[in-house]
């Protein structure tokens, strides 16, 4: 079976070598892809939208309508895992340190909840928290983490980066601060609820301002048509609303990170984990 | 002066995906899927396609390990093949 499997994929792998042959070459001027479209983005892009990177001026406003749809694949894919693993039995077992004497205690039974303060600290079954040099660097590094991240999305405009960009980073700040802390901070600190309000309000902000641009006279996505209700300088309202738009996906991605880690390393039950 | 850096980085890019489906340690092949995605990373980088760099260094080679690894944790670390 094995040795099939590999015939099989020494096959493919010749058919989409030979495949590549065909190709025109890399950077080549004459290539399909660059002798339709992208002549006129790098012509009219930078006058028509004011947005120096020309990757954002069309992922965000030529092809808002594609990149709508794969914010909505991002959130899609959170609410397949909270559905496919959320478990909402509570955990039987728990184990608390009582702190002063540093000695474990192990409860079987679930209704008797120790209160965790002073006094008992909550002990997880099969993470052991990391040490304090681990949590200082990293309460150290997570506000500047996400400081960067929401520059990524800001300035997705004019360097690379953008809404995804910003997005993942800032989703993945926040799964550090479940590493090495415990997965409990994380959830203590965001509720699950806000993360599922929060994945759908990314989207619903995207779409909204598709709306909004309908309802105002033109076509769906269409930012030129925001003037009357933007303040500031009309020639560069498509930038702002590029800027928008990259918002609602930077909120959009975050949640969705924090929901696909959460569910996928506690097994669904949002208590214990990495 | 690219095509040694662009030659080295291939290389590179093909070692990691053959060391990354042969290792039995299922977290070592996260950790090397990781390194894969980095390297492809600077691949992109070097071509110019900074945006795609940027997302595959965030995406690729941030979160997803991250997912591996949560994945592994919760699983098992052995493959049976």
């Known amino acids: ?274 | 002066m690219h095509w040694p850096i662009d030659l080295i980085v291939l290389t590179f890019v093909i070692f990691c995906a053959i060391a990354a489906i042969s290792v039995k340690d299922l977290l070592g092949t996260a950790i090397l899927f990781g390194a894969y995605s980095f390297v492809m990373c600077l691949l992109w980088a070097v071509m110019g396609a900074v945006d795609v760099a940027f997302t595959e260094a965030s995406v690729g080679a941030g979160v997803s390990t991250v997912f591996f690894v949560a994945a592994v944790f919760r699983t098992s670390r052995r493959t049976k093949d």
Not at chain 1, 31 to 44: F, T
Not at chain 1, 131 to 152: E, G, K, N, S
Request: hydrophobic content about 45%; glycine content about 10%.
């Open chain 1, 1 to 274: 079976m094995k040795f099939l499997g590999f015939i099989v994929v020494c096959l493919t792998g010749t058919l989409l070598l030979y495949g590549t042959g065909e190709f025109p070459d890399w950077g080549d001027p004459d290539s399909p892809a660059s002798i339709h479209l992208s002549n006129y983005y790098i012509e009219k892009a930078v006058e028509e939208t004011q947005v120096p990177n020309l990757v954002t001026a069309v992922l965000a406003d030529y092809r808002g309508f594609d990149t709508m749809f794969e914010t909505a694949v991002v959130f899609c894919a959170g609410l397949a895992c909270f559905l496919l693993l959320r478990d909402f039995r509570e955990k039987k077992e728990r184990f608390y340190r009582h702190t002063p004497t540093r000695v474990i205690l192990h409860v079987k039974d679930s209704k008797k909840v120790l209160k965790t303060g002073k006094e008992f600290e909550h002990m997880d079954k099969d993470w052991v928290p990391s040490d304090l040099i681990i949590r200082t660097v990293c309460r150290i590094l997570i506000p500047f983490i996400q400081i960067y991240a929401l520059y990524v999305v800001a300035h997705g405009d004019f360097s690379p980066g953008g809404g995804f960009q910003g997005g993942v980073i800032f989703g993945s700040s926040l799964i550090l601060l479940a590493i090495s802390y415990d997965l409990k901070t994380l959830v203590r600190r965001i509720k699950e609820k806000v993360l599922g309000i929060y994945a759908a309000l990314g989207v619903l902000i995207y779409v909204g301002i598709g709306a909004i641009c309908m309802a105002m006279g033109g076509n769906f996505l269409d930012y030129s048509k925001l003037v009357p209700i933007v303040p500031g300088d009309p020639h560069h309202i498509r930038a702002l609303g590029m800027l928008g738009v990259e918002i609602g996906v930077g909120i959009a991605v975050t949640a969705a990170m924090v929901i696909i880690y959460i569910n996928i390393v506690s097994e669904g039950k949002h208590d214990e984990g990495l």
